[in-house]
C-alpha cells in the first residue's frame, strides 16, 4: 500500500512539475522583459553587490552603473523597475542583501508610485509580477506576494502560466514565443533587442538593471495632465511608510547605508506641484528614527543639471540616457563627498524657479466636464506673477477670447476650454516688462 | 470559509491530519469543534442557532423514546412542539421579512394603508439545510425507525458536520449517525485507506473543475444578460437560460462533490446528491436525479404523510402542488422560487397527464425526451435565476419580443472564455455520459496503472488551475450557500 502511495504521489508531483514547465514555456512571454534579466543578473553578479540602487523606472532609467562603480569604487547595481512600488524596492533589497555584502542602498521615493490606498485593495499587479515571477522561492517571494495584494490575486500572482491562459487558444503566438525562447539571447539572459518607438527613439537594456532611451522632449509647448495635480503626501497609505521603515531597518540591522533620493525630472513637471516640498516634508518625517537622508536631485543647479533642456529628458518624467550619464556622475561625486551640496543644489524648489527666467510651459489639461476642459496655464511663477491671455482659435478661424489680461481671475490662468472641437490656443504671459507666449494644438474631436 | 478558499486549503488538511492521528472519542469531539469553527467562520453567532437547532431535536427525541409507544399525544405532543420551534427558528429568520412584505403589498392592493415592519435579522448560511436534516432525525425517531442517539456530541456532530451543513447533502440519521459511530471506534490504521483517501481527494477536484472551470466561467455572461435583459435578444437569452442550467448544475453538483470527497477522505459516505439530471427522460426523472435527498426528504416527510399517491390523481396532483410550492419556498423566501417550484408541479403533473394517454400509443426516442425535458427545466429555471418574478416573466417576454442578436462575445465570454467553456463543458458531458451508462469513473479509473492515474490527476488539477475562473474578477460564492 505504501509503495502504491509512492508511486502515485512521485508521478503525480513529477507530472504537475514537468507540465508545469512545459506550460511555462509555451504560454508565457517573457523574452522582451527588462527584470527578467536584471534579477539574473542579481541572482548571478560579477562580484559581491557593495551598492544597490532600488525604485521605480526613474531609478532603472537614470543610474548608470558602469559611472557609479567607479563613482563610488564598488560594485554596484541598479535594481530598479517599472512602477516599482516602495514594498518592491523591501522585496529588492532582501533579495540582494541574502547573497551580498552590501555597504550601501539608495532608494529613489518618486511621489507617482506611492499608492494612496493599502496594497491588499490593489487590482493592477503587473508592477508587482514583473518582480515577483523572477524572485528566487522563498520567504522573500512569499512575503511580497502574500502582502502585496488580496488573497484573489494570490494564484495569479504565483503561477505567471495562470495569467496567460488565453494563450492556450491562440497558437500563433505560441509558435512566436517558441521560437524567441529557442534563441541563444534568451536561454543566456542577454539583452533584448533595443525596442524603437514611433518617434524615432531607441530604448535598450545596457547592463546590471540601467535601461537606456535616446529620446529627447521634442515639444516646448505642450498639453499635460499632471502637472498641476497635488501630490497629497498625507494621503500616501501607511502600508507604503512601512514598506519604507522596513527597509531602513533592514539597513541599519546590517550595518549597511541607506540614502532616499529624487531623480532630476523635468522643471515643467514639478513646477505645479504646490506641494512638492510638503511631500519631501512627509519623507522625511517619516523616517525621522533612521539616519537617512533625502536628497532631492531635482534641486541641481542649471549649470550641473539643466530641467529645462530637453535633450536630457525622453519624457516629462525620465531622464534619457544623456541625462542619467550625467547625473550617476553626480550622485556618486556628491555621496562620496567630492562636490559639497552647496555647489550642487539649491534650496528649495521657490528658490531654484525664482533664479531663473520666466519660462511658460504650456497648459494643464484638466478633466472633462459637462461644461467643458477646465485648464491652466503652467508656468515656472505658479504663484502669482503676471496676468494671463487666452485666445482660443476654432477650426473654421473663429477667435474667442477665453482670458484676458485685465479679468479677475487672469493671474490663476485658468480657463475653459470647449468639449468636442478642435483648433489652437494662444497664451500670452504678461509679466513685468516680459511677454511671454506659446500656442497649443487642441484636439477634443477626434 | 468556502470550500473553493485558501482558508479551507488550510483548514481542511489540519482536520484530517488530526482526525487521523487522535483516538476515537476525541475523534468525534476534534470533528465536532472543526465543524463549528468552519460555520462560525461565517458569523460566530450562527453557532447559537444551530447549538438550539441540536439541543432541542437531540433532547426531544430522548424524551419521545422515553414515553411508551401507547403515549400517542404525548409523542405527537413533543413532535410538534419541535417541529414548530424548528420550523420557527426558520420561520423567523428566512420567511419572516417575506411574509410580512407578502401581506404588506396584499393590504396596499387592497387599498389598506399600513407601516411597513421588517426584522433586522441576517439569513444563517445553511439554515434550510440543517433544519431539514434535525428534523428528519426527529421524525424517524418518532416514527420508530431509529433509536435516540444518547451521545450528544456525536449527535450534534450529525447535524454540523461540515462537509454536508451549509449545502448538504440533506443526510438521514440512519445512514449517518452509525458511520460517526464507526468512525469514532477506528484505528488509525483502519482510518488510513491510501484507497479511499486519494479518491476523496478526486472527488473534490472534480467538484473544483466543475465549480470553478464552468460555473464560475458563465456566471458574468448569465449575470449580464438577466440583469440586462430589455437590451438583449431572445438567441442571447436563450443562451444565458442554457448556460445558467449548466452553471447550477456545476455549481452545486460540484459543492456536492467537494462535500461528498471531504467527507470520504475523512472516512464518512455522503448520499449522492445528483445522477447526471441533465440526462433525465422526464421531469418525474429529473427529480429522480437532482438534489436527490431534497427530493426524498419531501417525499419521506411530506408527499407520503398527505397522501402520496394513494387517494386518487386529484389528491395526488394537490399533494404534488403543496410539495413543489414549499420546495420552491425552501430555496428562496421570494415568489419566484415558489412559483418555479409550481412550474415543477405544473410540468409534472402534465407529463402525468400525458403519460396516462399516451401509454401504448406514443413512443418518443430517448434523446428527444431528455432535450424536451432538458428545455422544460432550463425555462423553469428562468424564475429561479431572476431577481423577482416581475423579472423572469420580462426575461421570458423578451423572448418573443426582440429577434436582434447581439455577438456572443460582447455578452461576458471572450473567443478564449468560450473555448475552455466549451472544452470543460465536453469533459463533464463525457463524464456523465459514462455514469449514465451505469459505468463508473471511478472503477474504470482504479483499474489503470498508477502512473497514469497520477498524470491524469494532474492534467485535472492543470485544468484547474488554468482554465478556472477565479480571482478578482469574478464573484466565486456557491450558489446554493444563499438557501
Known sequence: MMRRLFIFVFSFLLSMMLAGAVLHTVLVDDTLSYTRIMLHEMHHPAENIDVLFVGSSHCYRSIVPEITDSGFDAYTFNAGSGSQSMDGSLAMVREAAARNRLKQVFIEVYYGVAPRAAYRSRTQLTGIWILSDYLRPGPNKASYLLNASSSRYYMDGLLPIRRNWKRLFRPSEIASILKAKSTVTYRNHAAPAAEIYDDGSVEQYLERGFVANNGVLRDSGNWNDQWCDPIEPDRIHEDHWNSLRSI???????????????????DATIAGKSDYEKYKEKVRSEIADYDAELTDFNLLREDRFDGNDPALFCDWNHINETGARIFSELLSAYYSGHIPAQELFYRDLEEKLAAQPERLYGAYLGKP?????????????????????????????????????????????????????????????????????????????? | MSFNSYEFALFFPVVVLISYLVPGRLRTFWLLISSYFFYMSWNPRYALLIALSTLITWGAALVIGRLPDTSVRARRGVLLITLAANLGILFVFKYANFTLASVESVLTALGIRCHSVRLDVLL???????????????????????????????????????????????????????????????????????????????????????????????????????????????????????LF??????????????????????????????????????????????????????TDYLYIPLGGNRRGALRRYLNILIVFGLSGLWHGASWNYVIWGLLHAFFQITEDLFTRKTRKSVHIPDLFRIIGTFAVVTVAWIFFAADSCGSAIGILGQCFRAFHMKELCSLGLDTSAWAALGICTALLLLVDLIHEKGMSVFAGFRRIALPLQALMSAALLWTVILLGAYGGSYDASFIYFRF
Open chain 1, 248 to 266: 531602513l531597518e533592514l539597513c541599519r540591522q546590517k550595518g549597511i547605508r541607506a540614502s532616499l533620493f529624487l531623480t532630476p525630472m523635468p
Open chain 1, 369 to 446: 466636464s459637462d461644461e467643458g476642459r477646465q485648464c491652466r496655464v503652467a508656468c515656472n511663477r505658479m504663484d502669482g506673477g503676471g496676468t494671463f491671455r487666452v485666445v482660443w482659435t476654432a477650426e473654421g478661424g473663429e477667435q474667442t477670447v477665453l482670458l484676458d489680461h485685465d479679468d479677475p481671475g487672469s493671474p490663476q490662468g485658468s480657463f475653459l476650454l470647449p468639449r468636442g472641437e478642435k483648433g489652437d490656443v494662444d497664451i500670452y504671459w504678461h509679466i513685468g516688462t516680459k511677454e511671454l507666449s506659446v500656442r497649443l494644438r487642441y484636439n477634443d474631436k477626434d
Open chain 2, 124 to 242: 444563517p448560511v445553511g439554515i434550510s439545510f440543517y433544519t431539514f436534516q434535525a428534523l428528519s432525525y426527529i421524525m424517524d425517531v418518532y416514527r420508530g425507525t431509529i433509536t435516540p442517539e444518547k451521545d450528544l456530541l456525536r449527535y450534534a456532530l450529525f447535524v454540523s458536520f461540515f462537509p454536508q451543513l451549509v449545502a448538504g447533502p440533506i443526510e438521514r440519521s440512519g445512514r449517518l449517525l452509525p458511520q460517526l459511530d464507526r468512525l469514532a471506534g477506528r484505528s488509525r490504521a483502519e482510518l488510513w485507506d491510501a484507497g479511499r483517501v486519494m479518491e476523496g481527494l478526486l472527488l473534490m477536484l472534480w467538484g473544483l473543475f466543475m465549480k470553478l472551470t464552468i460555473a464560475d466561467r458563465v456566471s458574468p455572461l448569465v449575470r449580464n444578460v438577466y440583469e440586462n435583459y430589455h437590451e438583449m435578444g431572445a438567441v442571447e437569452i436563450a443562451v444565458a437560460a442554457v
Open chain 2, 245 to 298: 442550467s449548466l452553471q447550477i448544475y456545476c455549481d452545486f453538483g460540484g459543492y456536492t462533490c467537494i462535500a461528498r470527497g471531504a467527507a470520504r477522505v475523512l472516512g464518512i459516505e455522503l448520499m449522492q446528491n445528483f445522477r447526471q439530471p441533465y440526462f433525465a427522460r422526464g421531469i418525474r426523472d429529473f427529480w429522480r436525479r437532482w438534489h436527490i435527498s431534497l427530493t426524498s426528504w419531501f
